[in-house]
């Protein structure tokens, strides 16, 4: 199972980008697909996730994150986007994507199996 994580760059604060990681020898026995970040000096967290059908999905427990973040995937092109929108100098961060063979606590770094590079995303005018 192998993750890329690309789409990351420097935005001007309001700004939207998004974030797409690609994927290869992820199976419906990945279950979910997660988005974490990690900012300097912070510890990693997380974003959001979906199920690999992409009936679900789940956010961080941040009004913030939720009204402006969306996750996405398109199976066809084995890839899950992270729709970012209305970017604040605090979304700063590395973010990661990683894949999950549990149907729980996908919001626990611990319970992802697979993880694929950062892309660092700076959100600063």
């Known amino acids: 199972v192998q993750l890329q994580a690309s789409g990351g760059g420097l935005v001007q604060p309001g700004g939207s980008l998004r974030l797409t990681c690609a994927t290869s020898g992820v199976t419906p026995d990945h279950y979910a697909t997660g988005w974490f970040r990690q900012a300097p000096g912070k510890e990693r967290e997380f974003v959001a996730a979906?199920?690999?059908?992409?009936?679900?999905?789940?956010?961080a427990d941040s009004d913030s994150v939720k009204a402006r973040f969306t996750i996405s995937k398109d199976n066809a092109k084995n890839t899950v986007y992270l729709q970012m929108n209305s970017l604040k100098p605090e979304d700063t961060a590395v973010y990661y994507c990683a894949a999950s063979s549990r149907g729980y606590g996908l919001a626990a770094s611990y319970n992802y199996d697979y993880w694929g590079q950062g892309t660092l995303v700076t959100v600063s005018s």
């Open positions: 979906i199920t690999w059908s992409g009936g679900s999905t789940w956010y």
